[in-house]
């Protein structure tokens, strides 16, 4: 805005700015009227001269060749209404690229008579009508099958009524909806049929399936191919991460280095016309397919079908993340969107992963060694602000391990923001040389870091840590070598709550979200919000649950405990052998468990989970668990196989959980703690209790997966009796002991 201004200081006393211009096409075969309105930038009547101006910073040199076409197309067709609104017979147009830095212009002008102006717009107004008349047919006729569309099945399952009509009625309403519904009902299909149907109705423009894994999406995709719309009437899209996307990870996302960005909006409508015209479900593979034959990048090219499509199925983060493709498309067009949540007791987590960053003192070490020469004083100038931080944190003879920081020092500031202007600077400069992967890694972390540090408020702590050592101080010598500054979200709601807010309607639902005001406070519900606890489609007898009593897995207690805990375990095999998973709270315990019941019980099959799987390795490790097999699983509480496993049957008939799940307790953990002992007045159940039960019946949840399963839980701790514990287990438990 401030370089506009000064373009149009530096102009005559009859320049004239924000000129509103607008102008009526009429196609000529149908006969459909598009009105086109818009502001020129600036209009100098005595030389007939309209102007677009573009502020830039950098060489003119480094920037695309699409770029400046489009610039090109706005300021034709701004000519083309001038034209037609004056009358005029030719105009000069002016592209006038304004140098923030140097204060200086580059101005490239052409002459177009009106004729010629008037083709250009008649040109891509028949593209546009061509497009909304297509979009527009498919709206009717998808709105028309919604309508009509029957749930897939003969009946619904017991509590599947209840979870759908509390979501057709929030979409009604246009509510948040909190729904917890127990594995078993068919959640998937039971929020995704009354959101559809609600879609016409409520004027719906899309509808965002979001979900924490790829297990989640795939069941949406499952959920909504099993509603059998007509062919073609629902447009579904997949949405994967780039590196999962991506043909060519060793190359650079530029036309200059990947083939398939090079010419990618040359060819992206012929593909884009394809997806739409195949009608079929535009899952990941299916992408990728259309993306390869007209050779563009398939990661691109379902961010572009986001515009054309109506169901889109994807993770979290593309409408809750600060900078999400879902979001922001939806503000930018004005969409009315119905969001399912999906697993939503892990949007707490992953919000918190979302609004928080870390800058490492080593990064900026790694980014020094390979930057240019014109970069070293800035970064000089860091090293120094983020030396002086350390010290002055921690007194004069040592420097504590971890310590919180009430703000961050101005100068430390200053000197980051200037280091990043700095190498923003250098990226615009035009050189042909990309930056350095150090370089660029730090410039990305530091960016996302001052961008926190400017929300930084109560629902955040800003701490500084020392790594790699366990001794409660350090020299000062040592202390520059591992420092780690961290902005860490610890409520999300701030930042979560303009997202539900921005869409018609939301329903968050899990197995697993209670207590519900903990939900609602942290993630931000807004005040009308609604809850739903469906009940259970399973009776008590199904499920044997056995508290035992005189077991501590308390990290003090776990070595006197750990006999006891493996006799339990093997005992329950003899008694009914078959395949069961045990639950730890750590690897390290698993490991203990582990090799004493292999010497108490060889043979009893025993699988444990390893460090650090790969999904091949947890496809193989789940494929023991058939039928016919034996054994236990021995896993750690909250890990891949806590939930989204599904065993039915005799594939698992068992569980044993041998912790509360409580999270470690630490410095980070005791300052959540305490601060949301200070904002909600429940540190202790908000930082370990809710989080800890959460994972529990998360973890037991994977024993009873159908109304004709049986099976038995063993809850390996003497808390498990505690009143206030036993209250955060699903109310159908029949609980003993």
């Known amino acids: 805005m401030a370089g ?191 959101m559809l149907k609600a879609m016409p109705g409520q004027k719906l423009d899309k509808l965002f399936f979001l979900t924490a894994k790829s297990s989640g999406r795939q069941l949406a995709l499952e959920g909504v191919e099993k509603l059998k719309t007509p062919p073609g009437s629902l447009r579904v899209l997949e949405l ?64 572009e079908l986001v515009r054309w499509a109506d169901v889109v199925v994807g993770d979290y983060n593309y409408f809750f993340d600060s900078s999400a493709l879902l979001h922001g498309l939806s503000q930018q067009n004005g969409w009315r969107v119905g969001l399912l949540a999906d697993e939503a007791h892990n949007l707490l987590e992953r919000g918190r992963k979302m609004y928080s960053a870390e800058l490492e003192q080593d990064s900026l070490r790694g980014a020094k060694l390979v930057a240019p020469p014109s970069l070293k004083a800035p970064l000089d100038r860091l090293q120094r602000a983020w030396t002086k931080l350390s010290k002055s944190t921690a007194g004069e003879e040592a420097v504590q391990p971890y310590q919180v920081l009430k703000e961050l020092p101005e100068a430390w500031m200053q000197a980051l923001q200037q280091a990043t202007a700095a190498i923003s600077e250098q990226q615009q ?43 409660p101080g350090f020299a000062k010598s040592q202390a520059k070598l591992h420092t780690t500054l961290a902005i860490r979200n610890i409520v999300p709601a701030p930042f979560l709550r303009p997202r539900l807010l921005a869409a018609h309607t939301a329903t968050l639902f899990s197995a697993t979200v209670q207590p519900a005001g903990f939900y609602a406070d942290l993630l931000g519900l807004p005040e009308n919000w609604a809850y739903l606890e469906v009940e259970s489609p399973f009776e008590a007898a199904q499920l044997e649950i056995k508290v035992a009593r005189q077991i501590s897995t308390r990290y003090a207690d776990r070595q006197r405990s750990l ?29 203990q468990a582990a090799e004493l019941f292999a010497r108490e019980h060889p043979g009893v099959p025993l699988w444990p989970q390893a460090r650090r799987m790969s999904e091949a390795d947890q496809q193989a490790f789940l494929q023991r ?23 039915p049957g005799a594939r698992l008939i068992g569980a044993f959980i041998a912790t509360l799940g409580l999270p470690q307790v630490n410095p980070v953990n005791e300052q959540f703690r ?3 002992e200070q904002l909600k007045g429940a540190g202790y159940d908000y930082t370990y209790l ?32 505690r009143r206030e514990v036993r209250a955060l287990l699903p109310s159908w438990w029949r609980v003993e002991g």
């Open 4 to 194: 506009h201004a000064l373009v149009a200081g530096r102009r005559g006393s009859g320049y004239q700015t924000e000129l509103s211009l607008s102008g009526v096409f009429v196609e000529p075969e149908c006969g459909a009227r598009l009105r086109v309105r818009g502001r020129a930038d600036g209009w100098d009547a005595g030389r007939q001269r309209l102007e677009e101006i573009k502020t830039h910073k950098g060489s003119l040199d480094a920037q695309p060749a699409n770029h400046r076409a489009l610039h090109w197309a706005q300021l034709k067709v701004y000519g083309a209404l001038l034209c037609q609104q004056e009358g005029l017979a030719r105009v000069e147009l002016a592209l006038v690229y304004f140098d923030v830095l140097a204060q200086s212009e580059t101005v490239f002008a052409e002459t177009h008579s009106a004729a010629d102006l008037q083709a250009f717009f008649a040109e891509q107004c028949g593209r546009y009508v061509a497009w909304a008349q297509q979009e527009q047919a498919h709206r009717e006729a998808r709105d028309a099958a919604l309508l009509a569309l029957a749930f897939p099945h003969a009946d619904f399952r017991r509590g599947q009524r209840a979870l759908a009509e509390g979501v057709y009625k929030a979409a009604v309403s246009g509510r948040v909806l909190l729904a917890q519904a127990p594995t078993g009902i068919g959640k998937t299909v039971g929020t995704i049929f009354p």
């Open 240 to 303: 994967v991460a780039r590196d999962k996307a991506c043909e060519h990870p060793d190359k650079a996302c530029h036309g200059e280095s990947c083939p398939l960005a090079q010419g990618f909006y040359d060819r992206l409508p012929q593909a884009r016309a394809a997806a739409v015209q195949s009608g079929l479900p535009l899952e990941r593979a299916a992408v990728r397919a259309l993306a390869l034959a007209f050779e563009v990048c398939p990661y691109y090219l379902s961010q």
């Open 429 to 471: 400069a035009g050189s042909a040389k990309p930056l350095e992967p150090a370089l660029q890694n730090f410039f990305f972390e530091a960016l996302a870091f001052a961008r926190l540090a400017e929300q930084l408020d109560a629902h955040s702590l800003c701490d500084l840590t020392l790594r790699n050592s366990n001794a």
């Open 563 to 591: 006999a006891a805990l493996v006799a339990q375990i093997g005992a329950q095999f003899q008694a009914r052998p078959g395949n069961y998973l045990a639950f730890f709270s750590s690897h390290d315990y698993l490991q």
């Open 625 to 647: 668990f058939t039928p016919e097999s034996q054994g236990i699983g021995f896993v750690v509480l909250g890990g891949s196989f806590s939930e989204g496993v599904d065993l």
């Open 674 to 676: 305490a601060r949301l």
């Open 690 to 721: 809710y989080p800890g039960l959460q994972k529990v019946v998360q973890a037991a949840g994977r024993v009873i997966r159908t109304t004709e399963d049986r099976g038995v839980i063993h809850l390996l701790d003497d808390r498990f009796a």
